[in-house]
Nanobody, 119 residues
């Protein structure tokens, strides 16, 4: 069983920064692709960024150059550094872990952390 616990959300002014953290329990962290998703009110959940076990990264176009995803396998933690925040970044941010074993895909979600960008 894997549990993901996010932290670091909050209220920030436009142009400000926040760092989200997601700590995982269980022993599959180093084998999993870790990602951050977000969901704004009335909108579908969307991928923000993802990082493979080897450190390869993928970003949504709307965060490129502003957000950075990283991971510390020893601490079983994935981070999302968010800079130059905009009001449209306001959403609940969810941590995601995905592990593929043969033809099986195991997916886990955190409970989410609210990020509000407002003056």
């Amino acid at each position: 069983q894997v549990q993901l616990v996010e932290s670091g959300g909050g209220l920030v002014q436009p142009g400000g920064s926040l760092r989200l953290s997601c700590e995982a329990s269980g022993n599959i962290f180093s084998l999993s692709v870790m990602g951050w998703y977000r969901q704004a009110p009335g909108k579908q959940r969307e991928l923000v960024a993802a990082i493979t076990s080897g450190g390869g990264t993928n970003y949504a176009e709307f965060v490129k150059g502003r957000f950075t995803i990283s991971r510390d396998n020893a601490k079983k933690t994935v981070y999302l550094q968010m800079n130059s925040l905009k009001p449209e970044d306001t959403a609940v941010y969810y941590c995601n872990a995905r592990r593929t074993v043969g033809t099986l895909v195991y997916v886990y979600w955190g409970q989410g952390t609210q990020v509000t960008v407002s003056s």
